[in-house]
T-cell receptor
Framework: TQLLEQSPQFLSIQEGENLTVYCNSS?????LQWYRQEPGEGPVLLVT?????EVKKLKRLTFQFGDARKDSSLHITAAQPGDTGLYLC???????????FGTGTSLTVIP | EAQVTQNPRYLITVTGKKLTVTCSQN?????MSWYRQDPGLGLRQIYY???????DKGDVPEGYKVSRKEKRNFPLILESPSPNQTSLYFC?????????????FGPGTRLTVT
């Protein structure tokens, strides 16, 4: 089992603040994905990063894949209440066929 | 509408009574997978399938079976459910895009085994 640890586990911030969520492992992944999950629904893919050092931006969200492809971060600028949800990272095995999910970061943005 | 559907959405059953959770996708995806989500443990992969008639174990396959006779369907079978299989189950499907799989998840099936 390739473990992915996310931190923090819970995060409650005011609207307009910035935040960073971390996803760390001792294992190397062929790619890493970030998902957001809302209560009662399945996870929804936000982004896939593939290359070590890669940075992707999705509006106010910035995703980075570590140089060694063992860790990743998600930075949200000027958080909004609509960003509230459970954020999950998932690493793909070297074959790309198996996925290992982090335990998640529950984000609450207070208006 | 492109989607992954699961049935049933909620199920309460008793120990030992065989059950099947169905999963179907209408996107012609080759890759399909089952996960279970438990508090504090996140999502763990149970089984996955690269294509018709090709299935492989994920991280937590014990107590589960799957089959992939058609591209669109990937049922999860619990031959003799036990209380430790009480969980929230998700099916997912994807194309393989070269850079990896971009998985689309179903709405989930909440299973309680008493």
């Amino acid at each position: 089992t390739q473990l992915l640890e996310q931190s923090p586990q819970f995060l409650s911030i005011q609207e307009g603040e910035n935040l960073t969520v971390y996803c760390n492992s001792s294992s190397v992944f062929s790619s890493l994905q970030w998902y957001r999950q809302e209560p009662g629904e399945g996870p929804v893919l936000l982004v896939t990063v593939v290359t070590g050092g890669e940075v992707k931006k999705l509006k106010r969200l910035t995703f980075q894949f570590g140089d060694a492809r063992k860790d990743s971060s998600l930075h949200i600028t000027a958080a909004q209440p609509g960003d509230t949800g459970l954020y999950l990272c998932a690493g793909a095995s070297n074959t790309g066929n198996q996925f290992y999910f982090g335990t998640g970061t529950s984000l609450t943005v207070i208006p | 509408e492109a989607q992954v559907t699961q049935n049933p959405r909620y199920l309460i059953t008793v120990t030992g009574k065989k059950l099947t959770v169905t999963c179907s996708q209408n996107m012609n995806h080759e890759y399909m997978s089952w996960y279970r989500q438990d508090p504090g443990l996140g999502l763990r992969q149970i089984y996955y399938s690269m294509n018709v008639e090709v299935t492989d174990k994920g991280d937590v396959p014990e107590g589960y079976k799957v089959s992939r006779k058609e591209k669109r369907n990937f049922p999860l079978i619990l031959e003799s459910p036990s209380p430790n299989q009480t969980s929230l189950y998700f099916c997912a499907s994807s194309f393989f895009l070269g850079a990896g799989y971009e998985q689309y998840f179903g709405p989930g099936t909440r299973l309680t085994v008493t």
